[in-house]
């Protein structure tokens, strides 16, 4: 059996009683009450948008076999060979708990045989990532990812509707500001001779290179362009670009998206050093950035994948999609917005007696049961004290129930913004309440 919370404290301490306080595990956060309020604010317009554009919800585990991540993102990513949380199970299968949502969800397309029904396929999720990837502002080791999948197209408008989907979820939600990065780093068909082309410019400066860069080079050269060191970027500043070097498909195929861009009037800047961390992607790229977020200023991104399907043992089918940052796009709406205050409860329910307090349970509970956000005293406070807890919690109205209201299957209601207090039978309370108090 696994140990316990307490068991464990117990051990810490070496045995002697009492407990070591515990913390949350380094790169993880609790989201409390208050905040999750946010989150769900969130979570509700996401879902809102995604469905709008014809999307439906898919929730795939959050671990899935190792090999899953090594063949579907690529063994030479920074993901798959820095950050993954692999771990064997007791039957000694390696699993990894997800870093990203892709290769699940692509993966839970070909299991449940989506590749024979209509096509395109429209995919969204909600949830946990894990990176092991150094703390910081916006970067945490379980974070949370919004992200949607459209499967079984190659339609240059599928690239537009994931851009046009961010961006509208990002604005929906009150942000703008926020600038879109595009780019395409062309197909299997173009890109060898351009990362042959790449290899040979950089040649001369390898040794100059930050060591990251001098492993890319060798293991995944596209990368090299996006090295946020000064240096190294000063030393490749003069590279030749992909979009110079891409095959007729791929050129025709990026003027389309350019073109959908324009026409729904979607600003973006093309940003030739966009090549994104994973391998999958093939053609269109993008990033959506913030201007209020540091460092890690990405708010969320995402591209065509056209291999990967294939990849993963399925036929050879196209596909598009995107990752938001949930956390980004909670960070970036607390800095560009103030803060709303929480909202009240419907009802606070004042007791004193015993009588009073054994009908002031029955009432709380028969008015929750309707709909009302209810609380009541559980501390046995006087009752002005829970006048002032009422007032605390904001309640719209306080029932109070004495001895002799309980003796008339009563409660008296006071309005809090008014002051005006009535008596009111309890079978009345709900309709009282529900008008609002007095
Ligand atoms: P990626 O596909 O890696 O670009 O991730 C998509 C988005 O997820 C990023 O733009 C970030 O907003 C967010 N993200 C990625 N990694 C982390 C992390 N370690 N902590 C918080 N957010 C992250």
């Known amino acids: 059996m696994a140990e316990s919370w307490r068991d464990s404290a117990l051990r810490m301490k070496g045995g002697v009683i009492g407990l070591a306080r515990l913390s949350a595990p380094r790169g993880t956060a609790d989201i409390m009450p208050q905040e999750a309020r946010r989150w769900q604010e969130l979570e509700r317009v996401a879902r809102q948008v995604f469905e709008a554009y014809g999307y439906g919800e898919v929730r795939t585990p959050i671990f899935e076999y190792t090999e899953l ?45 989506l590749d024979g029904a209509a096509q395109p396929a429209k995919l969204y999720y909600l949830g946990p990532m894990f990176r092991y990837e150094r703390p910081q502002a916006g970067r945490a080791r379980q974070f949370h990812q919004l992200g949607a999948e459209c499967i079984g197209t190659s339609d240059p408008a599928a690239d537009v509707e994931m ?38 410019a950089v040649a001369s400066v390898v040794e100059q290179l930050c060591p990251s860069c001098r492993e890319r080079y060798h293991r995944s050269p596209l990368r090299l362009l996006d090295c946020k060191r000064e240096s190294c970027q000063r030393l490749t500043a003069g590279v030749p670009v992909l979009l110079d070097a891409l095959c ?34 093939t053609k269109t790229v993008f990033e959506l950035i913030s201007p209020d977020l540091g460092a890690q200023d990405a708010l969320g991104g995402g591209g065509r994948y056209d291999g990967l399907v294939e990849t993963l043992g399925g036929p050879p089918t196209p ?48 008015l929750r049961d309707a709909g009302l956000r209810v609380e009541i005293d559980y501390l046995n ?43 009111v039978p309890e079978s009345n309370l709900l309709h009282v309440l529900a008008q609002g108090g007095n």
């Not at 991540?69 to 949380?85: H, L, N, P, S, W």
């Not at 990203?100 to 299991?111: D, N, S």
Request: glycine share 10%; with cysteine.
């Open 163 to 200: 851009i046009g989907m961010l961006a509208g979820l990002l604005r929906r939600l009150g942000l703008d500001g926020f600038e879109v990065r595009l780019n395409s780093i062309g197909c299997p068909r173009c890109r060898p001779a351009y990362v042959a082309r790449l290899r040979e």
């Open 381 to 423: 406070r006087s009752l002005r004290a829970q006048m002032k807890q009422a007032d605390r919690q904001r309640a719209r109205a306080v029932v109070i129930v004495g001895e002799d209201e309980a003796a008339r299957e009563a409660a008296r209601v006071r309005d809090m913004e008014t002051g005006r207090e009535q008596e």
């Open 248 to 281: 007729d498909e791929c050129h025709g195929h990026f003027r389309q998206v350019r073109q959908h861009l324009d026409d729904l009037e979607i600003e973006y800047r093309l940003w030739p050093r966009l090549v994104r961390g994973l391998d999958y992607y």
């Open 69 to 113: 991540f090594q063949r579907g993102i690529g063994e030479a990513t920074d993901v798959v060979d820095k950050e993954m949380y692999t771990f064997r199970d007791r039957a000694d299968r390696s699993l990894t708990l997800r870093p990203e949502g892709t290769a699940g969800v692509v993966r839970a397309y070909l299991e449940h045989r």
């Open 319 to 366: 596909g598009v999609g995107f990752a938001a940052g949930m956390e980004r796009i909670l960070l970036a709406l607390a800095k560009s917005r103030p803060q709303e205050t929480a909202s009240g409860i419907d009802a606070f329910v004042a007791h004193h007696g015993a009588e009073g307090r054994r009908a002031a349970v029955r009432i709380a509970a028969r």
